[in-house]
């Protein structure tokens, strides 16, 4: 059973550029968590999502940033217009359950890099 | 809206000493996790916690869930460079989403 997969792992982006980042849940997991970290800080929650829902979007940028898990395939993370202020590492993280309850699985992440 | 958060930030130890981070809610918890982090790595999970007043045990690591279930702790016995990473822990109460701290950063000098 594979675990959550992120790709790219590594991806540099020229400001004002778009960043999309994909995130595959562990097999039968359909909640998924994105979150972003800093170099040398914590773990700071995005969004949660399950399957065509966004359940809480709560720590989300209001303006471009977006993301969306479909019916079919990866989450996707997307940063439209990048700035280097985006640079971090964006991880996601899956669960079996919505509760909060639930172990979090995490993926190795992708590190962006807005140059 | 619910806070977790985590002291010290930052922990230097030398190899063989003990070392304890805390972690603090706003709110009473109905389970706490723990997640280390390895330098360039990513979060994995290490123990849930449930029940008021819980301790568990991993080898050298000792997890403990207060009496009110606000708080807890983890404490890792005679540290080795294996332990260097930075440690979170992450609350979850009913109606809301899993919490996490900022995380403790453990650095052991050989």
């Known amino acids: 059973n594979a675990g959550v997969m992120q790709n790219p792992r590594h991806l540099v982006r020229r400001r004002g550029q778009e960043a999309r980042l994909r995130c595959s849940p562990m097999k039968g997991h359909s909640h998924v968590y994105w979150y972003r970290q800093l170099p040398e800080e914590g773990l700071k929650f995005m969004v949660y999502?399950?399957?065509?829902?966004?359940?809480?979007e709560s720590g989300m940028p209001k303006e471009r940033f977006s993301a969306e898990f479909p019916k079919e395939g990866p989450s996707i993370l997307r940063i439209q217009q990048v700035v280097r202020g985006d640079s971090a590492a964006y991880f996601c993280a899956s669960s079996l359950l919505g509760d909060q309850n639930t172990e979090a699985f995490f993926g190795q992440g992708t590190r962006l890099t807005v140059v | 809206g619910q806070q977790v958060m985590q002291i010290p930030q930052y922990q230097h130890v030398q190899e063989g000493e003990d070392f304890t981070t805390y972690c603090n809610s706003s709110?009473?918890?109905?389970?706490i996790q723990w997640y280390k982090q390895r330098p360039g790595g990513h979060p994995v999970f290490l123990i849930q916690?449930?029940?008021?007043?819980e301790v568990k045990k991993q080898k050298r690591l000792t997890f403990q869930f207060g009496e009110a279930k606000k708080n807890s702790s983890l404490h890792i016995t005679a540290t080795q460079t294996t332990d260097v990473g930075t440690y979170f822990c992450a609350g979850g109460a009913s109606g809301s989403r899993l919490t996490f701290g900022e995380g403790t950063q453990l650095t052991v000098n050989p």
């Open positions: 999502l399950q399957k065509e829902n966004i359940i809480d």
């Open positions: 916690l449930v029940k008021s007043g």
């Open positions: 709110t009473t918890l109905s389970n």
